[in-house]
């Protein structure tokens, strides 16, 4: 809409990941640099974690970009709370391995080794990416270490990445999973940008799309951005996206603070108050161990934002964004399975997560009514 207007040959703050907008922050490109030094190592695996919005994904796609097709076999699963069955099944699909929808856990093990020794035997390595690996249940992470147990000649036949958010170093860190930590070749924590680079990420993205600093921005707006955003690169975008509708709209040529906090105030500075931890100490391990990382953990979204016992605006559009995101998820996972699988069971699996929604919309919604004192009403669903 604004493109046209302020002379940009595209949208500079897209909320999905794009790797021709990487920027390469300090935090970014270290954190790149694991990412390539575990892959030229070409076994065990590499750990990246970072709080929702810090670029983990746009960062995973950059390394994909500079890899070889020809020698590299990838498979990227986002998880939602698959069991190990299920994840095994769905990493054998991606990675074109054809099974009847029944298999049992041996013979997709045994499905993925064949296959994998095949890649080997062709020189083509095998490396298959876990993102959003917090949700996965422990004994699906469990199956993961299993997997890099697969060798062929005494070479390591899979390499896996772990992408997730601060509380899977949690996970990692339990005494169960002494052994995975084993096999960690690479961990770092990705923190948000700071003042500096989130006016040079700004720009950045702007020059991507032909920016003639058209509009221009006052110094003191940048660090009313980075006030609001705290960094978070996806915040920033959705902030920025808002800042160049509203200045376009408006018929300006200039964004200044004020109109920062304007906007600002409009999308809800409760909706991402006090949501962001603090940054992580950095102990990488390189290579072979891991080590604990200060910092407490993450806040209760629930409670954040909450002013005399009620609900807050900036809370329920949490509540309402993550129940959403999360049932979006799992439909793609979903859909995902019965394309590749193509049985009843999933069909009616589809129709049993539409009636969940329902219930859960009803529950929030419910909720939300009886903490502001308000009479709640039943929705009919058919």
């Not at 500079?12 to 640099?33: C, I, M, N, T, V």
């Not at 498979?75 to 049992?104: C, M, N, W």
């Not at 993102?131 to 992470?141: K, T, W």
């Not at 049932?327 to 049985?343: A, H, K, P, Q, V």
Request: aromatic residues 8%; glycine residues 6%; proline residues 4%.
């Amino acid at each position: 809409m604004y493109e046209a207007y302020f002379g940009l040959k595209g949208k500079p703050f897209q909320l999905s990941p794009d790797a021709a907008f990487y920027y390469p922050s300090k935090e970014h490109q270290r954190a790149l640099s694991f990412l390539q030094y575990g892959l030229n190592q070409a076994d065990g695996f590499v750990v990246i974690t970072g709080d929702v919005g810090t670029g983990k994904t746009t960062l995973l796609h950059t390394l994909l970009n500079e890899l070889n097709e020809t020698d590299m076999m990838v498979a990227t699963v986002v998880t939602t709370q698959l069991g190990e069955e299920d994840l095994l099944h769905l990493a054998a699909s991606y990675f074109g391995i054809r099974l009847p929808r029944d298999a049992s856990k041996a013979i997709i093990v045994e499905s993925l080794e064949k296959a994998f020794i095949q890649f080997a035997q062709q020189n083509r390595r095998v490396l298959l990416i876990i993102d959003e690996a917090q949700n996965l249940p422990p004994r699906s992470v469990e199956e993961l270490r299993m997997l890099s147990n697969f060798q062929h000649r005494g070479r390591p036949l899979v390499q896996i990445f772990l992408l997730g958010q601060q509380q899977f170093r949690n996970t990692l860190l339990s005494a169960d999973f002494e052994q995975l930590r084993q096999r960690v070749i690479a961990t770092y924590h990705l923190n948000p940008l700071n003042e500096e680079e989130t006016q040079t990420y700004v720009k950045h993205r702007l020059s991507r799309v032909g920016w003639k600093e058209n509009p221009s921005f006052e110094a003191q707006a940048f660090a009313a951005i980075f006030k609001f955003t705290e960094g978070v690169p996806r915040r920033i975008n959705n902030l920025c996206d808002r800042l160049l509708l509203f200045t376009f709209l408006e018929e300006q040529s200039v964004i200044t603070a004020a109109t920062v906090d304007k906007v600002s105030n409009e999308i809800g500075s409760e909706f991402w108050s006090g949501t962001t931890s603090e940054p992580i100490a950095r102990q990488q391990s390189m290579p072979g161990g891991w080590h604990a990382q200060p910092g407490g953990e993450m806040p209760n979204p629930h409670q954040v934002g909450h002013t005399q016992g009620s609900l807050s605006s900036g809370t329920r559009l949490y509540e309402d964004s993550n129940l959403n995101k999360r049932l979006d998820s799992m439909e793609r996972t979903i859909d995902g399975l019965t394309s590749s699988f193509n049985s009843v069971k999933f069909d009616e699996l589809k129709e049993e997560l539409t009636f969940i929604r329902l219930l859960l919309e009803d529950v929030v919604h419910t909720q939300r009514s009886n903490t502001d004192g308000a009479t709640p009403t039943k929705k009919k669903h058919a």
